[in-house]
């Protein structure tokens, strides 16, 4: 049997190294434990609680650091937000007071200039936009409540706009920049101002009601400045009694301008609803004119005419003198006496005033040879002379003949293109045979100290190129190219005192034609399917009814009266009955066409009437 160790007789150092294993044993084995699974765990963790306590601290640590970083560069996004949106309430601000205060004071321009001519009005209006162009600081800053704000135009663009060597409008581009705490902001707005007439911006339209009745097709706007009326049915005369008949669709292309929607009135099927009640109910009826394109205008903003100041205006103009109330008080006198063209006759230098051309009563050598024979030598010296005599009073009737028929020509041509303004007093007939037409030079006026009958049964149009002044009343029938501004003062023409009337009339070009008396369109054979088009700008001072119905009516140009405007159309083809008006409805033939064409400004543009106040358009704003 093998005996064991002795321990004690081992040497110290081996002894020292046992028993320091054994401790680091028992160490251990009081450390740990063995749990149900067999796996070992700590049973003493002294300092790990520090540890996990320091590591929640530095994680909520960084979590309110960045809660907080993340709160204040919110608050100070909201707070550069914040002056972001008052900088650009403040451009906006800036250019809406600029726009004001511009406006002001070219009124004032305009009241200033009432007793001068359109060229000194265009002269002051210049002037003053000019001085904004190169010193804009003229336009004060705006003043605000904020602190550290700032409002103010930097730059004002201003042009003439020309066309056909007439003054258009003035067009200005305003830039504005605003400074609220260190942002910045630029904002630029185009504005377009002149000083001719609201009706020439509408089909059709009226400063008083408007009646749109049965089925009449608007292309462009129109305007109401008082009511505006749209039933489905259209009323007219026929056989000395009052009718009415149904008639759809109403259509309009474009915007109706009125002062409200509780302006706006439909009838249908005998029921009546105004816009606004019908928005208010969320209800529709067909041919409703959509919300988005009914503006409210206030007539407040319309800008007006008035014919027969215009009228003193134009005299005052041709005459080329700015001698301002005591010029235009002489012309008003002598409207008013019946004697402008007298009064004209006394500037010669401004000027032209022939006698009317007479046709000789002889007849016209163009054409005839004189015959210059030799004297016969087989007759007598007796039979020579009488021969010779003879030819010498032959010679002298053809020379006579020639310088009547010169002269008659001469008179034509200073009657059809004068080289300088013209008045006539008297009845004038523009007829296509003789008087084949009119022009006049750019600037000048040919006035019409009575009435004008445009009458034409030629075939080629007569063509009218000269801006007319006409005291007493105008007729156009036929074919006409007008190209013109023609101004009546008449108050009466016929049953019905029309001042203008466009009977059986094809009208080609863009001219303007304003009345101070009421205008009529009529056809002598009414019942007509294809229509003879009117190409001009109709304007009376009175009310005016157009009627599509057993007439057939197309306008491309547009028609306003100062009163009421009635407007009575259906569809379809028609003929005369033994009781009423036939119409095929199937046919689905448009009666009533009227269409707009915004050329007027560039071709009649030197010869519209000037208005009392000036005209403001406001383009949108853009962000530079």
Do not use: C
């Amino acid at each position: 049997m093998k005996s064991m160790p002795d321990l004690n007789n081992r040497p110290l150092s081996v002894m020292h190294r046992i028993s320091s294993r054994l401790q680091r044993l028992k160490a251990a084995a009081g450390r740990r434990k063995q749990n149900n699974q067999g796996i070992f765990i700590f049973s003493h963790e002294q300092g790990s609680a520090l540890v996990l306590v320091m590591f929640i601290a530095l994680l909520f640590t960084l979590l309110g650091v960045t809660v907080l970083s993340a709160a204040v560069g919110g608050a100070q996004r909201a707070e550069t937000r914040k002056f972001d949106v008052q900088t650009l309430h403040l451009a906006e601000k800036t250019l809406e007071k600029t726009v004001a205060t511009m406006t002001a004071k070219l009124e004032e321009k305009v009241m200033e200039s009432r007793d001068f001519g359109r060229q000194e009005l265009d002269n002051r209006i210049d002037a003053y936009l000019a001085a904004l162009k190169n010193n804009p600081d003229e336009l004060l800053p705006v003043n605000t409540n904020l602190s550290e704000a700032d409002g103010r135009i930097l730059d004002v663009d201003y042009d003439r706009v020309m066309e056909n060597g007439q003054l258009v409008n003035y067009k200005v581009m305003l830039t504005a920049e605003a400074e609220v705490n260190g942002v910045q902001r630029e904002l630029e707005q185009e504005i377009v101002f002149d000083t001719f007439p609201d009706f020439l911006k509408y089909t059709l339209g009226s400063e008083g009601n408007v009646y749109l009745n049965g089925s009449p097709q608007i292309t462009g706007n129109i305007y109401a400045g008082n009511k505006l009326y749209i039933q489905d049915m259209a009323e007219y005369r026929y056989q000395a009694s009052e009718r009415i008949m149904r008639s759809e669709p109403f259509e309009l292309t474009g915007e109706a301008h009125v002062q409200s929607l509780d302006g706006v009135i439909y009838t249908q099927n005998g029921q009546s609803e105004t816009a606004g009640k019908l928005d208010e109910q969320q209800r529709s009826w067909n041919n409703m004119i959509p919300l988005n394109r009914i503006k409210i205008k206030n007539q407040k903003k319309f800008v007006q005419v008035n014919v027969t100041e215009s009228f003193i205006d134009k005299v005052e103009e041709s005459l080329n003198f700015q001698s301002g109330g005591s010029l235009r008080n002489s012309i008003r006198n002598s409207l008013k006496g019946g004697n402008l063209g007298a009064f004209l006759r006394g500037y010669p230098a401004q000027y032209d005033a022939p006698d009317q051309p007479v046709k000789p009563d002889v007849p016209d050598v163009e054409g005839e040879a004189l015959d210059d024979a030799a004297i016969p030598e087989d007759l007598s010296p007796e039979e020579q002379e009488e021969w010779r005599l003879q030819q010498e009073q032959r010679r002298a009737e053809w020379e006579e003949r020639k310088r009547l028929w010169e002269e008659y020509r001469e008179l034509i041509r200073r009657f059809t293109e004068p080289q300088r303004s013209f008045v006539f007093k008297g009845d004038l007939d523009v007829d296509g045979a003789e008087l084949k037409g009119i022009r006049t030079q750019p600037g000048s006026w040919y006035v019409v100290d009575g009435n004008v009958k445009i009458d034409n049964y030629t075939d080629e149009p007569i063509v009218i190129s000269a801006n007319m002044l006409i005291t007493g009343s105008l007729e156009i029938r036929g074919k006409v190219q007008l190209n013109s501004t023609i101004f009546v003062l008449g108050t009466g023409l016929g049953e019905g005192s029309y001042a203008a009337l466009v009977e059986d009339a094809s009208i080609d070009g863009l001219g303007v034609v304003l009345s101070k008396g009421s205008i009529l369109i009529n056809r002598f054979d009414a019942f007509q399917n294809t229509a003879q088009e009117l190409n001009a700008f109709f304007y009376t001072d009175e009310s005016a009814e157009l009627y599509g119905v057993g007439s057939i009516f197309t306008l491309h140009g547009g028609f306003f009266a100062k009163k009421e405007l009635t407007v009575n159309a259906v569809r379809g083809n028609a003929a005369p009955g033994s009781g009423d008006i036939q119409i095929d409805a199937g046919s689905g033939l448009v009666r009533f066409q009227a269409s707009y064409d915004e050329n007027v400004y560039e071709s009649q543009a030197g010869a519209l009437p000037r208005v009392n106040q000036i005209s403001v358009r406001v383009g949108n704003i853009r962000l530079k």
